[in-house]
């Protein structure tokens, strides 16, 4: 369908809730078309190829609400839509502080985000499919203990994604992205090791090179190889920008609007507390143009923004949706997100920490005895408590070098000492994704080990 | 079920001849096989937060999955559109896997064989949405009345009805009709101030809505996670290191699903990554172990009628008194591997490749008192309730975090201990298995699996064990 058929679609869902007794409404409509190819041991193993669409819409009767999503977009369909949503209205409380964002809140980003790129979709399959075979063979022929993949995948996306509300906001944007990635599997003896890399943009002009892909893929299987699993002691931990990643999940989900108005957030009642150390400023930023945290506008019509989270240390700002900033009496950070359907959620844009002045090699030349992680296992972080557990892998660090790979252990700490304890940021800011960290020690944690 | 009564027949207008002249397209580039997936899926949810129902939401959704297999390769496309043209044009798109003249030109579908595993009469999804309300309100009154230090509650009730038709080019047509519904529970406790502690429980099944009346109450969940989150307030450091771990029964059963349950899915072992891969027949376990794949127990959130490839499921023993037995299955991998399906190809959604997938993973209940178990650890951890879990299956490391665990001193439980992360080596961790206890018990009907970005609904569960060394993730 048309971008003006679709928000023509949007519009007048919004306008049949009206018509049949919601007080107001909004509607999202999303569109998609994806693309994957494997290889496996330079064969094609699978291809795949659909496109889907659907729609969903929200409405207040009061300050009650209803939700309901579709497949359907069939006119009986839309009609069965608006339906479900008034009826549920009645099942649902009175809710005070419910309801869609005030006219002055809504609003676009205006000039080119760089969301979209044409030759994704002008991309030919014998390109793509060459592109993973490229870059498997980069990752199997990099050493002799590669003896096996996992394979080596080409996906595309390219959606377009539709808002309007019955406070006159009717807006749209479209996205692609393209994403290469390879997993080979090491072997020596007894001890067999995967790992991965991979690389995403908005086109395919923004991809790495498919041999660079492969052979880093390669590096990371082959440095795992013959782990050792260490004594229990508490150390500095070193984690690498792909594991720094996660930290700054969890801490997204500790300064997340409706964590913290309900108290399941170790940093709520944190507002202009020193919460990490000196060296520690957050970012969340929905407006770089070409990453993959930007929008013109989040699920509720608000345009995105840059909020400073964290500033060297002291917690600035919670991101929030209408529905948390009422709650704390605060103002919407154009946070809002949700899928087709239901009441909107928090999520980020490009969350990230600010990079610091070491290069990693500095970082780790000053610890004697230290332990660089560079995967993380597991579900172990507790953010109403803080208390972080999970299992890990990497190399042990010995007079400040990378001296051998370890496995099969946890690290543990409280994250608020973590955070507090955090000593050394790198400059290695990559965006590889909406969540991006350089590399960062902790003063130190637990290693659960023998 | 008969095809001429289903959804797909009467709402859709789809006829037999219809899916064998798809069946044909999608094999016309001279695949081997082909099958389409047809779904169409109801869901509700209903949740509550601070004593208001703040959110109630239904939807639905429909599509088709062709596959075109030939040789190891699959093709793939969906439609989310059932009309006759769009399901054709995804069977072309998914034969350009295959270059080749057609091999196959005639179908004849018979409909398969299938259990009668949930013989649900009116599926939640059916009942009015003013029944299925009160049992959040119910779970909110519950968890908050258990305690006076319990200050926060959510609870989120949800259901689907999901109608499944897999016609293959073997001239198979299944049909089946899947109701699931689940809740839970959240509870946050806080004593003086102090900083609060969250506990959860919820559960479910393929079930219709009275049993959260007869079985299992919001009550029941309610209590369960305001006691989980009240115990946690007097919770003390875990400690850090290898120690003796004795797992409570039920839920802990996650240990199997993430240290063997994955690692013997045949596509891993077809490909030879996983820890397991050419190890059939070798001991792999402690001789008190055995333990089970079933997809057939009744009503279970894990249990299928027919996987989603269209075989019915079946009872398969993955290792039998420490012996590792055999593989989970699907049609690819088993076609491959010169082996059986063991009814274990699941998928997502239509819009997925189905994959080998465990439904209900547990270990056979053995002779030990679940007292005498921890009466004989002089020092560590009884686990007890875990959150996720993770495992990496070509080295074998797995981890689960414990959400409630306590220590166990001189053959005692004593102290809750904080949430920790256990990790082991999957291959290695059941042969420390010592002790097996008389109790083998199910989870209450919570699980989700992921893999490969896809999720089901899975079931575990465990008899009380000891296991004599393992690493725990604490602090102290």
């Given amino acids: 369908m048309s971008a003006n058929h679709l928000l023509e679609l949007a519009l007048d869902v919004v306008k049949r809730a009206l018509a049949s007794g919601a007080t107001d409404a909004e509607c999202t409509v999303a569109e998609g078309e994806e693309f994957s190819a494997n290889v496996r041991l330079r064969e094609l193993e699978s291809l795949k190829e659909a496109g889907s669409r659907g729609a969903g819409v929200r409405i207040l009767v009061g300050t009650k609400t209803g939700s309901s999503s579709t497949s359907d977009l069939s006119p009986e369909g839309i009609e069965r839509l608006v339906k479900s949503a008034i009826e549920l209205a009645d099942v649902t409380n009175e809710d005070p502080h419910a309801g869609l964002p005030e006219p002055g809140e809504m609003g ?277 408590t803080g208390d972080y557990s999970q299992g890990a892998s990497g190399l042990w660090i010995r007079n400040g070098e990378l001296a051998f790979p370890v496995s099969e252990v946890t690290i543990a700490a409280n994250l608020k000492e973590m955070l507090l304890g955090l000593d050394e940021i790198g400059t290695d800011l990559e965006f590889r994704g909406s969540v991006a960290a350089p590399t960062l020690k902790v003063g130190e944690m637990t290693v659960g080990g023998k | 079920m008969l095809f001429s009564e289903s959804v797909f027949a009467t709402r859709f207008g789809i006829s037999r001849q219809d899916l064998e002249s798809h069946l044909a397209e999608a094999l016309s580039q001279g695949g081997d096989y082909a099958d389409l997936y047809f779904e169409y899926l109801l ?233 397991f891969t050419d190890r059939i027949g070798q001991k792999v376990a402690s001789e008190l172990c055995t333990v089970i794949d079933d997809g057939t127990i009744g009503s279970r959130r894990g249990s299928l009628n027919v996987d989603d490839e269209g075989h019915p499921t079946q009872r398969n023993v993955l290792i039998e008194n420490g012996i590792l037995r055999g593989y989970l299955q699907d049609r690819l991998s088993s076609s491959l591997m010169g082996s059986e399906p063991t009814g274990s190809g699941r998928r997502e959604s239509y819009e997925h490749i189905p994959m080998p997938r465990m439904t209900n993973t547990f270990m056979l209940a053995g002779e030990s008192e679940p007292e005498d178990i921890i009466r004989s650890v002089p020092k560590g951890l009884y686990c007890v309730s875990f959150g996720g879990g993770q495992v990496d299956i070509t080295n074998g490391n797995f981890v689960f975090s414990a959400s409630e665990s306590y220590l166990i001193e001189d053959g005692k439980v004593t102290r809750p201990v904080r949430n920790a992360t256990l990790i082991g080596n999957g291959p290695e961790a059941l042969k420390y298995v010592s002790m097996v206890g008389n109790d083998l018990r199910l989870d209450e009907g919570i699980g989700v699996c992921g893999k490969e970005n896809q999720h089901v609904p899975v079931g575990v569960g465990i008899p009380t064990i000891r296991i004599d060394r393992m690493t725990v993730g604490g602090t102290a």
């Fill in chain 2, 43 to 275: 869901t509700s949810s209903i949740s509550i937060d601070e004593s208001i129902v703040k959110s109630a939401a239904q939807g639905v959704s429909m599509g088709v999955g062709v596959r075109v297999l030939s040789g190891e390769r699959t093709g793939y496309a969906y439609s989310d559109d059932l009309s006759p043209e769009k399901i054709r044009k995804a069977a072309h798109v998914a034969a350009c896997i295959a270059a080749g003249p057609s091999k196959i030109d005639k179908f004849s579908l018979q409909e398969g064989r299938r259990h009668d595993l949930y013989p649900v009469l009116t599926a939640p999804t059916e009942t009015a949405f003013k029944e299925r309300v009160e049992l959040v309100r119910r779970a909110d009154r519950a968890a908050r009345a258990y305690d006076s230090r319990i200050f926060q509650v959510q609870a989120v009730y949800a259901d689907n009805l999901r109608y499944v038709m897999v016609a293959t080019s073997d001239g198979v047509l299944t049909l089946d009709r899947q109701p699931l519904a689940r809740l839970s529970v959240v509870a946050l406790a806080r004593e003086n101030g102090g900083p609060p502690q969250r506990g959860h429980a919820g559960g479910g099944g393929r079930v219709e809505l009275s049993f959260f009346e007869n079985e299992k109450t919001p009550e029941h969940f309610a209590r369960e996670a305001a006691r989980e989150a009240l115990v946690m307030l007097g919770a003390v450091e875990a400690p850090a290191g290898e120690m003796t771990v004795v797992l409570g029964p039920g839920w802990p059963g996650i240990l199997l699903h993430e240290a063997v349950g994955h690692g013997l899915e045949a596509d891993f072992n077809r490909k030879k990554v996983s820890a």
């Fill in chain 1, 108 to 384: 676009t980003v205006s000039g080119d985000l760089r969301l979209f790129s044409s030759d994704v979709a002008e991309l030919e399959t014998e390109r793509k499919i060459a592109a993973a075979k490229s870059a498997e063979e980069a990752a199997l022929s990099a050493d002799p203990r590669i003896f096996n993949s996992e394979g080596a995948s080409f996906d595309t996306h390219i959606g377009r994604h539709v808002f309007a509300n019955s406070r006159g906001f009717a807006a749209e944007y479209r996205t692609s992205y393209c994403s290469l990635s390879a997993v080979p599997v090491a072997r020596d003896g007894e001890s067999m090791e995967r790992d991965y890399w991979d690389s995403l943009a908005r086109g395919f002009a923004g991809l790495e090179a498919p041999e660079q892909v492969g052979r880093e893929a390669a590096r990371r299987a082959l440095r795992r190889l013959h782990p050792v699993k260490v004594e229990t002691q508490k150390v500095p931990v070193v984690f690498d920008p792909r594991v720094a990643r996660g930290l700054l999940g969890s801490i997204f989900e500790a300064v997340h609007g409706m964590s913290v108005y309900r108290h399941q957030s170790f940093l709520a009642g944190k507002l202009g507390e020193k919460v990490a150390s000196d060296q520690m400023t957050v970012i969340d930023d929905g407006t770089i143009p070409g990453l993959f945290g930007t929008s013109p506008f989040d699920d509720e019509g608000v345009p995105s923004r840059r909020t400073v989270v964290i500033e060297r240390g002291v917690l600035k700002n919670y991101l929030l949706n209408c529905y948390a900033a009422r709650k704390l009496g605060m103002k919407t950070t154009g946070n809002a997100s949700r899928g087709l359907t239901g009441n909107a959620g928090i999520g980020h844009g490009n969350f990230y920490l600010e990079k610091g002045v070491k290069r990693p090699e500095q970082i780790l030349a000053a610890i004697p005895n230290g332990f660089y992680v560079t995967q993380v296992q597991g579900f172990g972080v507790n953010v109403v």
